[in-house]
Each structure stands twice: as C-alpha cells, then as structure tokens.
C-alpha cells in the first residue's frame, strides 16, 4: 500500500458524459501527478499540481481538467467522454515539486469504462 | 526525439533463472532513469538511479546505469512466481510545454513459470 488513495475504483458511464476521480497524496507529500494507462498507449502522465498550483502538464486533452484543493487532495475532471477515454487512471504523489529526484508513489487507479 | 525504450517486450523464464531487463534512454539533459514493477494496478517503486548512483541493490534485484550506452538492467536472481510483473523504466523528460515530465518505456512483461 503507497499510501495514495484514489476513488472510486471502478466508474462505466456513457459517451458524452463527465466524471470526477478523486485522490489522496501520502501524508507529507506536496505534489499529485495524473497518469492515464490504456493498452495502445502505456502510461502517459496528464498534468502535474504542487501544492495546489499547476506545475506541469502532460499531453492532456481540452476535455479534461484537473486541481488541487488546500487539503492537497486533487480531482481529475473528464467531460465529453468518448469511447476512447475509457483507460485505467493512476495518481501518483511525490514529496517535492520536482520530477528528477522524486521518486514518485502510485495510487490503486480508477478503472473507467464509457459504454 | 527523447524516448525511453524497454527490451524484452516480453519474458517467460522459469522459477529460480535470472533474467536481464533493459532500458535505453535518450534524453537530453539526462537526470535519473527510475524502475517500476506493476502488479494488477499500480506500479511500485523500486530504484532510481542517477549519475551520482549508478548502482542499486534491493535483495534480489540490482539495477546498474550505464552512462556510456545510455541504457540500464534491471537484474532479478533466483525468481519466484511472486516476480511476475510487468517492468516499467521512466525518465523525466521535456513536454511540450518546456517542463520535466516522468515519460515511461512501454514496460516488460515478465513471466515466471513454477
């Protein structure tokens, strides 16, 4: 256990939709990075929060957004899901800002389904 | 074009070989390269190695950077059932938006059959 949580594990929804996924960084730790995995593409890193700024940011789409709130608690926001959405998505929380020297700590994912 | 590269795609070995896994990188403005082992979901940390620490050892596995080649192994000894995973190797590299981001290799399937 990495000490991330992120919730809910498991979402289906339909096309067109929007969702919300929800993590918790380990205690102590000031940065939340969102991954999407699918089959075709491997895990490719969406955005980066450090202590509630934006940090960095991956090849996310306009379609989805994400923030980190004062309790560093972040949300990754997906509208206007299309079938290709549909990915295991991690979160991942590391001490520093910094993506070099910080080692980064993985979350159990949310399985997202658009039907 | 900076990339992380991983080989075997895949790996079936039996319990108790040793098996090899490399990554080579090309990255400019190398700082580390990290190991991850994913299970059923999320991927774990294991080693990061940078230029000041070429060499790590966690009971039985060991991972070494080579600068020159631009690669690194991943070595497991007398592997168990439990070793069955996929490898995954990282580097932070430059987005497009001219910052650091972790980029993984498309990881190793490994197999260990008893």
């Known amino acids: 256990d990495s000490g991330v949580t992120q919730t809910p594990k498991h979402l289906i929804t339909a096309t067109g939709q929007r969702v919300t996924l929800r993590c918790s960084p380990r205690s102590g730790d000031l940065s939340v990075y969102w991954y999407q995995q699918s089959l075709d593409q491997g895990l490719q890193f969406l955005i980066q929060?450090?202590?509630?700024?934006?940090?960095a940011k991956g090849n996310i789409l306009e379609r989805f957004s994400a923030q980190q709130f004062p309790d560093l608690h972040s949300e990754l926001n997906l509208s206007s899901l299309e079938l290709g959405d549909s990915a295991l998505y991690f979160c991942?929380?590391?001490?520093?800002?910094?993506?070099?020297?910080?080692?980064?700590?993985f979350g159990p994912g949310t399985r997202l389904t658009v039907l | 074009e900076d990339k992380v590269v991983q080989s075997p795609l895949s790996l079936v070995v039996h319990e108790g070989d040793t098996v090899t896994l490399n990554c080579s990188y090309e990255v400019t403005n190398f700082r580390s390269l990290l190991w991850y082992k994913q299970e059923k979901k999320a991927p774990t940390f294991l080693f990061m190695l940078t230029s000041s620490g070429i060499e790590k050892k966690s009971g039985r596995l060991s991972s070494i950077l080579d600068k020159k080649e631009l690669s690194s192994i991943l070595n497991i000894t007398a592997t168990q059932t439990g070793d069955s995973a996929i490898y995954l190797c990282?580097?932070?590299?430059?987005?497009?938006?001219?910052?650091?981001?972790?980029?993984f290799g498309t990881g190793t399937r490994l197999t260990i059959i008893p």
């Open positions: 991942a929380s590391s001490v520093g800002g910094g993506v070099s020297y910080n080692e980064q700590f």
């Open positions: 990282a580097s932070p590299l430059l987005s497009n938006f001219g910052n650091e981001k972790l980029t």
């Open positions: 929060y450090y202590n509630g700024e934006e940090r």
